[in-house]
Structures are given as structure tokens and as C-alpha cells.
T-cell receptor, first 111, second 117 residues
Framework: KAGVTQTPRYLIKTRGQQVTLSCSPISGHRSVSWYQQTPGQGLQFLFEYFSETQRNKGNFPGRFSGRQFSNSRSEMNVSTLELGDSALYLC??????????FGPGTRLTVT | AQKVTQAQTEISVVEKEDVTLDCVYETRDTTYYLFWYKQPPSGELVFLIRRNSFDEQNEISGRYSWNFQKSTSSFNFTITASQVVDSAVYFCALSDSSTGANSKLTFGKGITLSVRP
């Protein structure tokens, strides 16, 4: 099976802009989770979607949002970008309640 | 609140040495899951092992072994006869089982392991 794919891999945006990141889970996996990784805060959970519904949410401001489509693909959106949003954004998929498999990540740089 | 502590931040060893990566966790849940992930320079987190709170048996997989002790809330990871390819950042993580899924992982800060030839 193909692994988790994320697009784009690298992104440079300006403060105030918005960005959309995409994640395609492993075939058959219905749960998709998003994480933010920064040198200062480490890996932090953003949210999780299961069957198109947000099932879990981390402690991030409302500027961070996501959605999941009927084919389990997921997108996350960050509006009004701030310099502190520069990070590696990782997507993970899992089947039912089993371990999560991560994609290669999208490296977002906000200037 | 859940918490994972990886007190070691960086470890450097010479190839073929054994190395143990420590992980201590805190949770009020009686049912929970513990994980170890490896993050090589490419950035992708690679799943290594999952252990549930009811299974305290140690696990061995090739050169890797894990020691889970509920009494000390620890889930330590040992690499035997380390190799240069083991160089990476290793994360210990704890899941929130309240939703019935391993969907919300709390990660430790990670341990950077460098294996020198």
C-alpha cells in the first residue's frame, strides 16, 4: 500500500496570508490527524477527523481549521498567518483505533 | 493532563554500543497506549511500537527492545549493537483513550541519538 502523502512538501507564505495543506491517507484508513512540529513546542496535536467529522481537537486558535472528504483525504487551513506558524505540519492516518502512520510533512515558512 | 518526559535530549554513542532511551509518562487514564516513533533527517515519523496499558510484557524486535513498567510509569527503549543508521530523533508518545481511539498523541520532546562509526 502507498503511504501517507502530503502536498505540498514546502511552502513559503507571507504574514497575513492563508494556506491550505493536503493529506491523503493510506488506502482504507478513515482517521486522519494533524500535528504541528516546531523546535520550541515540539510535536503538538492539532485535530483529528474520522468519517468527515472532527473527533478531537488540540489547543490551537480558531485560525487553524480542517476538514475531511468522503474519500478520507483531509485538508487543513491556516488563516491570517503569523511568523509563529512556521513549522513542519505532519499528517497521520490510522485504521480504526490502531497506530498512526505519518506522512513526510509540509514545511511551512512564514515571512 | 497527560505528559511525557524524555529527560535525555541528546545521546552520542559509538557504533556497536548498546543505548537506552528513557521515557516517563503521566496519565490519569487506566487504559492508555504508549508508542515510540523514530524521526530520521527526512522528517517522516516512523512507527516503531505500540503498547497498551494492560500488557506489561517486554518486547523484542531484532536489535530493539522495550521495557514497560507501570509501577514507575516508564516505557524505555533499548537499541542493542547500535548502527549509524539508528541516528535519528526518537519520540515517546502517549495516547488519550477517552475517545476510544489512539488519535490524540501527546509526545515527549524527543531524544537525538547520534551513532558514530
Amino acid at each position: 500500500k502507498a503511504g501517507v502523502t502530503q502536498t505540498p512538501r514546502y511552502l513559503i507564505k507571507t504574514r497575513g496570508q492563508q494556506v491550505t495543506l493536503s493529506c491523503s491517507p493510506i488506502s482504507g484508513h478513515r482517521s486522519v490527524s494533524w500535528y504541528q512540529q516546531t523546535p520550541g513546542q515540539g510535536l503538538q496535536f492539532l485535530f483529528e477527523y474520522f468519517s468527515e467529522t472532527q473527533r478531537n481537537k488540540g489547543n490551537f486558535p480558531g485560525r487553524f481549521s480542517g476538514r475531511q472528504f468522503s474519500n478520507s483525504r483531509s485538508e487543513m487551513n491556516v488563516s491570517t498567518l503569523e511568523l509563529g506558524d512556521s513549522a513542519l505540519y505532519l499528517c497521520a492516518s490510522s485504521e480504526f483505533s490502531y497506530e498512526q502512520y505519518f506522512g513526510p510533512g509540509t514545511r511551512l515558512t512564514v515571512t | 493532563a497527560q505528559k511525557v518526559t524524555q529527560a535525555q535530549t541528546e545521546i552520542s554513542v559509538v557504533e556497536k554500543e548498546d543505548v537506552t532511551l528513557d521515557c516517563v509518562y503521566e496519565t490519569r487514564d487506566t487504559t492508555y497506549y504508549l508508542f515510540w516513533y523514530k524521526q530520521p533527517p527526512s522528517g517522516e515519523l516512523v512507527f516503531l511500537i505500540r503498547r497498551n496499558s494492560f500488557d506489561e510484557q517486554n518486547e523484542i524486535s531484532g536489535r530493539y527492545s522495550w521495557n514497560f513498567q507501570k509501577s514507575t510509569s516508564s516505557f524505555n527503549f533499548t537499541i542493542t549493537a547500535s548502527q549509524v543508521v539508528d541516528s535519528a530523533v526518537y519520540f515517546c508518545a502517549l495516547s488519550d483513550s477517552s475517545t476510544g481511539a489512539n488519535s490524540k498523541l501527546t509526545f515527549g520532546k524527543g531524544i537525538t541519538l547520534s551513532v558514530r562509526p
